[in-house]
């Protein structure tokens, strides 16, 4: 019924001027086809009536560790690629569309685990080959709540559909990788998307077992392995320390400094251990895609929970209580 639609996950939550922010890159510029917003983990934090409260760090490591890896991804990664007009992909989170263009490029696809990457490039695809003006945009104020998987089983089955889906989007659209037709999206996004998100995780494992011979056989030098690896961690490191260090100078969402103080302390921790666990996981997916392994995966969900009572309130309710007549 209306020019724009937003489409969102059942389990993410809007924070009160997410659509509206949202919606200014529509109203700024009239070629605006598609734009996303920020994904937040609201694990561990308070929630009341489907909106989050008071932002805090979920307990466990694993949640923890998603909290990193999406303050980089969205203020780091998606920030770059905006800037240079070849975002590909909206979470499926949280976006909101032009109906017109996506009807006509033949809306969500059916057909895939990864359909909000999928529909985003065929956009790119649609729009370039019509010659139709056109800008996707990412808007890093806006932001939807999602709860993150917070057990090994369903981490490991999101990264899997996550791979699945990026191999089903980049396979479709094979003929816009290193395509001049395509322009930056073509010549730069899509190679980049093959080279470090689809095989990037097994150039990594191939690497380390690389590593790990040269050592054992001793036809390495001990002095430039222990350089190289420290240069490796130290320049992933910076780059998750530099996403931390954007959200305090800009929306400042963690108000703890203890929360900051993790969150700093993980990126320096996380190239030892967890790293390697998703890239294997990955990898994973990557073979589950080769087997043309289908359906979404088993993801366990804890839910919102509502904020626990205010000890005070709950003790003047019992003395309250105490002090009626039967």
Known sequence: RYPLFCAMDADSLLERDALSRITRPFLADRRTVAAGGVVRVANGSRVEAGIVTDVKLPNGLLPRFQVLEYLRAFLAGRVGWDAV??????????GVFRREIVADAGGFATDTVGEDMELVVRLHRHCRDRRIPYHIAF??????WTEAPADRASLRSQRDRW???????????????????????????????VAFELIGPVIEALGYL????????????TAFVVAFLALAVFLGSALSVVAVGLEELTFRRYERRRDLAILLGLALVESFGYRQLTTAWRIGGLWSAVRKKA????????????????????????????????
Do not use: C, E
Request: hydrophobic share 45%; glycine share 10%; charged share 15%.
């Open 85 to 94: 007009g070849a975002s590909l992909i909206i979470s499926g989170a949280f």
């Open 139 to 144: 808007v890093p104020d806006p932001v939807a």
């Open 163 to 193: 791979q699945r889906g990026l191999a089903q989007t980049l396979t479709r659209h094979r003929g816009m990788v290193f395509n001049p037709r395509y322009g930056v999206v073509g010549m730069v996004a899509m190679p980049a998307q």
């Open 210 to 221: 690389a590593l790990a011979l040269s050592i054992v056989l001793g036809v390495t030098n």
């Open 295 to 326: 359906g979404w995966g088993a993801i366990a969900r804890q839910g919102f929970s509502p904020p626990s009572p205010d000890p005070d309130s709950h003790r003047a309710a019992k003395a309250a209580a105490a002090s009626r007549p039967d």
